[in-house]
């Protein structure tokens, strides 16, 4: 797996997933060509295996629409919807209004404290509404 992932590091495979993915990991993310390597060792090595264990047909955004499904299974789990509340979605549409508005002004800094507290306010009001709908 290793010899096969180094080849497709190199540039051998090119126009494939494989090698989007190990482009993203080696050039962009800038790791070491070892962990790198590794990486796609994996993630070959998963693919591999959903396709001879699993008997599933090759999807190359199969890991992804999984851990998305997951994600949704846990929130219908946790609050009975997969639907938010109408303030959540209130909250995030005036949230990407300021941004678009205001993106001139803010450096990366102030984006990321910006997005911290956005985030930190809609866990808030999640948890509320969680609560509202436990008492009634």
């Given at each position: 797996m290793v010899q096969i992932a180094n080849l497709i590091i190199n540039g051998k495979a090119s126009g494939t997933?494989?090698?989007?993915?190990?482009?993203?990991?080696?050039?962009?993310?800038?790791?070491?060509?070892k962990k790198?390597?590794?990486?796609?060792?994996?993630?070959?090595?998963?693919?591999v295996y959903n396709i001879l264990?699993?008997?599933?047909?090759?999807?190359p955004h199969y890991e992804q629409?999984?851990?998305?499904?997951?994600?949704?299974l846990r929130r219908k789990a946790r609050t009975g919807t997969l639907l938010q509340s109408a303030q959540v979605r209130a909250l995030r549409k005036d949230i990407g209004r300021f941004f678009v508005n205001h993106h001139e002004h803010l450096n990366s800094k102030s984006r990321f404290l910006l997005t911290r507290g956005f985030t930190q306010m809609i866990d808030k009001v999640n948890k509320k509404d969680l609560n509202d709908k436990d008492t009634k």
């Open positions: 997933d494989l090698d989007e993915f190990a482009t993203k990991q080696y050039h962009s993310r800038k790791l070491p060509f790198a390597c590794m990486k796609v060792a994996f993630k070959l090595s998963r693919i264990v699993k008997n599933i047909q090759y999807d629409t999984q851990q998305k499904m997951q994600k949704l």
